[in-house]
């Protein structure tokens, strides 16, 4: 079983498009990440939900939005695709937001590949 | 501004020599240190931490050191092996802002040569 699942694992699409990347969790964390790699191979954090509750929004453009329906699920939508969106895209799961290592590490999905043409 | 690098983007060593993988910080405000190990298609997996009241941890073959006045943490690998060809995180966590935000480098590739 999958812990941390995203899909889709790539989308192609073509520029002011509308998509959406979902991600589930089954490993009863409390608290859901989307991080972004991009060309420059950084991982950035765009969200963090911890309990349903939005805790972390970075300087990311309005036209990204999370929606987390259940602890269990983020899902990311983006609005008006732009070139520059093309990255891949994280999900993440901790069991809480301390990230202490061992004690309460990062889960990663396998990441969605956003192509923007 | 990047807050945590690695200013090798690449390694190449030879299986059963040691790998050093190196990353620097400016935050001192970090206090929690961490390294990830990712495949090719996958995310990445956590491989070991420290805490900066430490100066060294380690687990099995892997070693992580922190020096602390120098911003500088560096991870060594004994022996290396094959499968350990993969690219390696260094992350930062300043716990006390109780956000969860981890801020990573960009990750050194490190082949080991058979």
């Known amino acids: 079983d999958t812990a941390v699942s995203q899909t889709p694992k790539y989308l192609v699409t073509q520029m002011g498009n509308d998509k959406s990347i979902k991600c589930e969790q089954n490993?009863?964390?409390?608290?859901m990440y989307w991080y972004k790699q991009d060309s420059k191979k950084f991982l950035k954090i765009m969200f963090s939900?911890?309990?349903?509750?939005?805790?972390i929004n970075e300087t990311v453009p309005n036209r990204f939005s999370p929606k987390s329906p259940d602890k269990a699920h983020l899902n990311l939508h983006i609005n008006s695709l732009e070139l520059g969106d093309s990255a891949v895209y994280f999900c993440?799961?901790?069991?809480?937001?301390?990230?202490?290592?061992?004690?309460?590490?990062?889960?990663f999905g396998n990441g969605t590949r956003l192509t923007v043409t | 501004d990047q807050q945590v690098k690695q200013n090798s983007p690449s390694l190449s060593v030879q299986e059963g020599r040691i790998s050093i993988l190196n990353c620097d910080y400016t935050?001192?405000?970090?206090?929690?240190f961490l390294w990830y190990k990712k495949y090719p298609a996958e995310g990445p997996t956590f491989l070991i931490s420290?805490?900066?009241?430490?100066d060294k941890n380690e687990d099995g073959r892997f070693t992580v050191f922190l020096n602390k006045s120098a911003k500088h943490l560096s991870l060594h690998i004994v022996p290396s092996q094959p499968g350990d060809s993969a690219v390696y995180f260094c992350?930062?966590?300043?716990?006390?802002?109780?956000?969860?935000?981890?801020?990573f480098g960009q990750g050194t590739t490190l082949q080991v040569k058979p």
């Open positions: 993440a799961s901790s069991q809480d937001i301390f990230l202490t290592g061992i004690n309460s590490p990062l889960h």
């Open positions: 490993l009863g964390h409390d608290t």
């Open positions: 939900y911890n309990n349903k509750e939005l805790i």
């Open positions: 935050n001192s405000m970090f206090d929690y």
């Open positions: 420290i805490s900066s009241i430490k």
């Open positions: 992350a930062a966590s300043a716990r006390s802002s109780n956000t969860g935000k981890l801020i």
